[in-house]
């Protein structure tokens, strides 16, 4: 199991991009693409090295007027970070 980063980024192997056939955001990298749902997009989205992840949660909660999803976020990024997604 590998530690969650304090301040998520994007692994360099993958880049996030809008791919308008898919009509959605995805993952690409050097094996294939992965097709990305709006969560997991705003999520990665936020993931930029400088912001921790009570600021990403923060900040999504603002966005969205949300609240309580600090779980969800753990939850993602967890997933996104054992799969090799996050530096």
Do not use: T
């Not at 304090?6 to 094996?31: C, I, T």
């Not at 603002?62 to 753990?74: E, I």
Request: aromatic share 8%.
């Amino acid at each position: 199991m590998h530690p969650l980063p304090d301040k998520p980024a994007l692994s360099r192997v993958f880049r996030m991009q809008w791919e308008e056939a898919q009509n959605n955001y995805v993952l690409l990298y050097p094996e294939g693409m992965v097709k990305l749902n709006a969560s997991a997009a705003e999520i990665l989205k936020r993931c930029d090295g400088k912001h921790d992840v009570a600021a990403i949660v923060a900040e999504l909660e603002q966005a969205f007027g949300a609240s309580g999803l600090q779980a969800d976020v753990d939850d993602f990024l967890c997933a996104a970070n054992e799969r090799g997604w996050l530096a």
